[in-house]
C-alpha cells in the first residue's frame, strides 16, 4: 500500500508531508488475509491508531502523519497496516 498525499503545499525533504486524511479510506492492495466464511480480506484503511498523528504540527488544520502511524483495515477480522518506510527522515520548522 502505497499512500498517496492530497496536499502539496507543505514538504519535508521534498515530498508532500501526508496527513491523518491521506489514510483514512487509503485503498489496500494485496490483502494477504483469504477469504473465507468466516474472514473477509482488507481492502482499505477505516481508521488511524492512537499515536499516528503529530500532536504539534497539522497541515490546514488537519494533523500531520507521523513515521510510525498505524491503521485500522476494514478486513473481518480488522487488521493493522503499519508504515515501512515512511521516505522522509527528519522535519524542521
Not at 477480522?77 to 518506510?85: A, H, Q
Given at each position: ?5 492530497r ?57 500531520a ?29
Open positions: 500500500m502505497k499512500l498517496i498525499p496536499q502539496f503545499q507543505v514538504l519535508a525533504q521534498g515530498a508532500p508531508v501526508l496527513r491523518l486524511v491521506d489514510l483514512i479510506g487509503a485503498p489496500i492492495v494485496g490483502c494477504t488475509q483469504p477469504p473465507t466464511p468466516a474472514t473477509v480480506p482488507c481492502t482499505l484503511v477505516v481508521s488511524p491508531l492512537p499515536g499516528s498523528t503529530s500532536l504539534t504540527v497539522s497541515i490546514g488544520g488537519i494533523p502523519l507521523i513515521a510510525t502511524a498505524k491503521g485500522i483495515t476494514n478486513g473481518v477480522p480488522p487488521g493493522v497496516v503499519t508504515v515501512i518506510s515512511p521516505g522522509q527522515v527528519a522535519v524542521q520548522a
